[in-house]
């Protein structure tokens, strides 16, 4: 959008990419408390218009000819609080919506959903706005939100039991000493900040390695990465048979295990030059991390009481967003310094430490989902 319609460059394109990732640095712990707060499915309804309004500002801007690279960092600022906010409620809301036992079920449908849109996404909004111009992209998200609210809109949300008005501060503190004191949460906190430390330290220098080491065209690179995509679907189809054989602790496991073997395998291309050995890692990338987001996210919604889970989403969303920068900031430097070698040893040290964390801690070796600590909903009458 920014190359082709605006005529921009990497810095531009640069500056847009920190503007919109920023609320999930800034407003990730506020917007759970006001998860914990207000109604999630309203919320939810409220991120789909923030979103839609958005979209439709763009498609605005663009008919006037006003729209400019400034502009669209503070539409897309907006946008991402809404993309935030309802990240935060969706997890927040499900247990209120179905039983215990069916929250990882409903989660593998979830994770597949958008598995399925990450894949399809980008290839059809390039086209769209290839084909037919960037408004009709726009248009098409802009009528996607609006889907998504006829489709929440008939939800029946249980009431909560009001929380005591505080100040946010406390109720931060209460959400941070929850996460920082449970044995099966601050692991998986961990994990995943190590996660995406090593994932962005990777990306730092990553499509460059490919290009000038591999001898990788544009057209490859894209190829390359389309396994990422395929390993994340198979993952969540592969969810529910392997719920089967293997035990929570050992699904929960295979999410960081295929992060340390995706890093690995492109560590190993430095000596042996393969590309096949690149779209394996790619697979193992995406297919490792979709199990442990469904099994995670369902142990969470499990271990804590639903007046907290805004929070302690909110908590886990800063913790794994707030490794980004720093990971690629760190890639940054190691590159300049020791060079793109230095940067994939690097990434592939800290997919080996989140390995180690997971495999010597609690939540490694569950063999079934914990019993629920609450009811999925404290309910009142209306």
Request: aromatic residues 6%; positive net charge.
């Amino acid at each position: 959008m920014v190359v082709v319609v605006l005529g921009g460059g990497v810095a531009e394109t640069g500056i847009l990419h920190m503007v919109q990732t920023l609320p999930f640095l800034l407003l990730a712990l506020p917007i759970g408390v006001l998860v914990d707060r207000a109604s999630r499915k309203n919320l939810m309804i409220m991120s789909e218009l923030v979103r839609a309004a958005t979209a439709f500002a763009i498609i605005i801007a663009l008919a006037l000819n006003v729209l400019s690279v400034p502009l669209l960092a503070i539409l897309g600022f907006v946008g991402a609080i809404g993309t935030l906010t309802f990240s935060i409620a969706s997890p927040a809301l499900l247990p209120s919506l179905v039983a215990p036992g069916e929250l990882s079920p409903m989660n593998r449908r979830l994770e597949l959903a958008r598995s399925a849109a990450f894949v399809a996404g980008p290839p059809l909004g390039g086209a769209l706005v290839g084909w037919t111009g960037a408004p009709l992209a726009f248009a098409a998200a802009m009528a996607a939100s609006i889907l998504a609210i006829l489709l929440l809109s008939p939800l029946h949300e249980p009431q909560r039991v009001s929380p005591t008005k505080r100040r946010i501060w406390p109720e931060l503190v209460e959400g941070c000493q929850f996460v920082m004191h449970h044995h099966l949460l601050l692991p998986i906190a961990a994990t995943a900040m190590l996660f995406n430390i090593g994932w962005f330290v990777l990306q730092a220098v990553f499509v460059v390695f490919l290009i000038d080491h591999l001898g990788s065209n544009p057209g490859m690179v894209g190829l390359l990465f389309g396994f990422y995509g395929v390993g994340m679907i198979v993952g969540a189809l592969a969810a529910a048979p392997l719920s089967r054989i293997f035990s929570l602790g050992t699904l929960i496991a295979i999410g960081p295990l295929g992060g340390c073997l995706g890093s690995v395998l492109v560590l190993l291309t430095v000596a042996a030059p393969s590309l096949l050995l690149i779209g394996a890692a790619m697979f193992c990338f995406g297919f490792g991390p979709i199990l442990w987001s469904i099994n995670t996210t369902s142990l969470r919604q499990v271990v804590t009481p639903s007046a907290m889970l805004g929070r302690v989403s909110a908590l886990l969303t800063l913790a794994t967003s707030g490794a980004r920068p720093l990971g690629a900031g760190l890639g940054v430097v190691i590159a300049s310094v020791a060079g793109m070698e230095a940067c994939l040893a690097a990434s592939a040290l800290c997919f080996c430490l989140q390995l180690f964390i997971i495999l010597s801690s609690a939540p490694a070796r569950l063999r079934i989902m914990p019993e629920a600590v609450s009811p999925a909903s404290a309910l009142v009458s209306r």
